[in-house]
């Protein structure tokens, strides 16, 4: 739904989904293999013509920092308006984000607001180009959807179908005894 918020309100040509290997700032929230993340966003948007997925960051391993993939990206698209979409919340943090000098001066940021936190930009980061993407605001993350998964709740309505259907077969984010 984020995704196409952004997409919609923004008017983008593409957009690529980019699944980190593993997030810099985040050392304990992957919980799940590379290959089954990817399987399940295959599975979500692949009938969707709208969305692409690069495996740029899951290929390159180890922690994924934002600016190796912009850096991938520039050379791929060198004359596009590139864009990345972040949570709200991650606004306060990007000043802690690798190389963030250089970072904003190859791409621009489209900020998704989340209920309940307040959006706030770092002041110290010049050259930061910000473009708020107001959609559909759901107060539900990813770490609220593998705990659902785990006490055994309904995933409906949260995440397309058939990436609930893989989460199943695979049994992911289950605890196992």
């Known amino acids: 739904m984020a995704a196409q918020d952004a997409f919609e309100q923004h008017k983008l040509?593409?957009?690529?989904?980019?699944?980190?290997?593993?997030?810099?700032?985040?050392?304990?929230?992957?919980?799940?293999?590379?290959?089954?993340r990817l399987a399940m966003l295959r599975a979500a948007v692949e009938w969707d013509c709208r969305f692409e997925i690069s495996d740029v960051e899951l290929r390159r391993g180890g922690v994924s920092y934002t600016i190796d993939s912009a850096r991938y990206f520039r050379a791929l698209y060198p004359h596009d308006d590139l864009y990345w979409i972040i949570g709200g919340d991650q606004l306060p943090k990007l000043h802690l984000w690798q190389n963030i000098h250089e970072l904003v001066g190859l791409m621009e940021f489209i900020f998704l607001e989340r209920p309940g936190i307040q959006v706030r930009a770092h002041p110290e980061i010049p050259g930061l180009r910000l473009h708020r993407c107001d959609g559909h605001l759901l107060a539900i993350n990813s770490t609220e959807l593998r705990e659902r998964t785990r006490l055994g709740l309904a995933l409906d309505y949260f995440v397309p179908h058939k990436a609930i259907v893989y989460i199943?077969?695979?049994?992911?984010?289950?605890?196992?005894?």
């Open 13 to 36: 040509d593409r957009l690529i989904l980019v699944p980190a290997a593993q997030a810099p700032l985040k050392p304990q929230e992957v919980q799940s293999s590379s290959e089954a």
């Open 168 to 177: 199943k077969e695979k049994g992911l984010y289950r605890v196992t005894s």
